[in-house]
């Protein structure tokens, strides 16, 4: 062999250890996307159960708190799931026994899925599938179906910041102990409640927004003589609400009335038809327990009210007794007399009304 080959031969041989180098970095490199992309998969896996558990814990807790309040939860067939990127917790039905003003309520719902994200623990939508049924304690039955209903729920700081509820078509029933049986259904019910940006901290007020859109109601046709679906706007600011937090409870009202809580109506209107009625008012809780609080309503083209026919005389006499001779409304409603109650009487303008005294919430 010839130096030139012997040098060449010698060459190639300590340049392949160096190829071979160059070829492992380089599958190297062709499999580390897949490795860290399976390290996020067993990182996100090992959250999401992680998650899940805490979930579970969270909803036995809430139980464990409800029960410490005599209130008893229970949720049927309970499962979470989702994976990867929902937790989904699952009721085959609920059920709910709570203490309330009139006494036990009773609560029966159908499926229900409450479904959330593990990175936004704080907003949960509920998906329900009904029919939600109530049984109170003085014998009545309450109903409720629908096509669709949706709950949302945000919180912030472990504070409510905003609660969202949409039905769609909702139906609902009240039966009496006597067997009688009202029903209202209507095309849509929104619902919101938000903490108050304008209101002082101290104040712990937040804000009710309520729609109702093509209900029918047989006891309202009839106490105002008019068979025309009718839409309800309703906004109203609640203080001192986080302590309405759990519920209307005899325990919660009553710290409720101690710290000087007070439901504002800001805006109620109702229209049927060519018919409107529009109130403002304040209510809140007298040493006795009983509602206390003022209304000031207005109202058009009422010519009937529980079957009594109302000539324009007759408004033209109750706008006089209102003693608020303001103009009407843009939309035409002339003040009527302001509705008081004090004392558990209830006051008609300059009229004591004989109705019998109100009795105390609980």
């Not at 059920?95 to 309330?100: E, H, M």
């Not at 409640?193 to 712990?204: F, H, I, L, T, Y």
């Not at 804000?207 to 009718?230: C, E, H, K, Q, T």
């Not at 009937?304 to 103009?327: E, H, K, N, T, V």
Request: with cysteine; net charge positive.
């Amino acid at each position: 062999m010839t130096e030139h080959e012997h040098v060449s031969a010698g060459s190639g041989q300590q340049n392949l250890p160096n190829g071979s180098s160059s070829r492992r970095g380089f599958r190297w490199g062709l499999y580390l996307p897949l490795i860290l992309l399976a390290l996020v998969v067993v990182g996100w896996s090992a959250f999401w159960f992680v998650a899940r558990s805490l979930v579970g814990q969270g909803i036995d807790q809430a139980m464990a708190e409800a029960r410490a309040r005599d209130d008893v939860w229970t949720c049927a067939e309970r499962s979470i799931s989702g994976y990867p990127f929902r937790i989904e917790v699952r009721c085959q039905d609920v059920t709910l026994a709570r203490n309330s003003p009139i006494g036990v309520v009773r609560l029966s719902s159908g499926p229900l899925v409450a479904i959330g994200q593990p990175h936004t623990p704080n907003h949960v939508i509920v998906q329900g599938a009904g029919p939600l049924r109530v049984q109170l304690a003085d014998g009545q039955r309450i109903e409720v179906r629908w096509d669709l209903a949706e709950a949302s729920r945000r919180t912030r700081s472990g504070q409510l910041e905003r609660l969202s509820l949409d039905v769609r078509k909702p139906a609902f029933s009240l039966t009496r102990p006597d067997g009688t049986v009202s029903t209202y259904v209507a095309g849509q019910f929104e619902g919101h409640v938000r903490r108050n940006p304008a209101r002082p901290e101290v104040d712990k007020a937040q804000d009710l927004f309520v729609r109702i859109a093509r209900m029918s109601a047989g006891d309202l046709d009839a106490l105002l003589g008019d068979a025309n679906p009718s839409d309800i706007d309703m906004q109203a600011t609640t203080t001192q609400a986080d302590l309405l937090a759990n519920g209307l409870t005899p325990a919660a009202l009553e710290a409720w009335r101690l710290a000087s809580g007070k439901f504002d109506l800001t805006r109620f209107v109702l229209r049927k038809g060519l018919k409107l009625i529009e109130a403002t008012g304040t209510f809140g809780l007298d040493d006795a327990r009983r509602l206390e609080g003022r209304i000031e309503p207005a109202a058009a083209n009422i010519d009937q009210f529980a079957g009594i026919r109302l000539r324009g005389g007759a408004m033209d006499f109750a706008s006089a007794l209102s003693g608020r001779p303001q103009p009407a409304s843009p939309d035409g409603a002339r003040p009527l007399p302001t509705i008081d109650i004090r004392g558990g009487r209830v006051g008609f303008g300059p009229i004591r009304l004989p109705l019998p005294p109100l009795q105390p919430l609980y």
